[in-house]
């Protein structure tokens, strides 16, 4: 949940407002809490989007060559 038994915030995780849930950190690395996924960044379109969830696979790109 975030929170260690010493009542400390756990690394990956946030909490922004006191007697409040805490929340995983998007972005950086570490799947947890709610995440499905957590590529490191916080880009879109690659597979895991900004809010760290799964992105449906982008449509092959069609070179003028033929290949993708």
Same mark, same amino acid.
């Given at each position: 949940?975030?929170? /260690?038994?010493?009542?400390? $915030?756990?690394?990956?995780?946030? @909490?922004? &407002?006191?007697?409040?849930?805490?929340?995983?950190? @998007? =972005? #950086? *690395? /570490?799947?947890? *809490?709610?995440?499905?996924?957590?590529? =490191? #960044?916080? #880009? %879109?379109?690659? =597979?895991?989007?900004? $809010? @760290?969830? &799964?992105?449906?696979?982008?449509?092959?790109?069609? +070179?003028? %060559? =033929? +290949?993708?």
């Amino acid at each position: 949940d975030g929170c /260690s038994a010493v009542c400390q $915030t756990e690394v990956g995780w946030s @909490c922004p &407002i006191a007697g409040a849930l805490c929340v995983p950190v @998007c =972005g #950086d *690395g /570490s799947v947890l *809490g709610l995440e499905q996924c957590d590529d =490191g #960044d916080l #880009d %879109n379109g690659d =597979g895991c989007s900004s $809010t @760290c969830a &799964i992105e449906p696979p982008l449509p092959p790109q069609i +070179f003028a %060559n =033929g +290949f993708e």
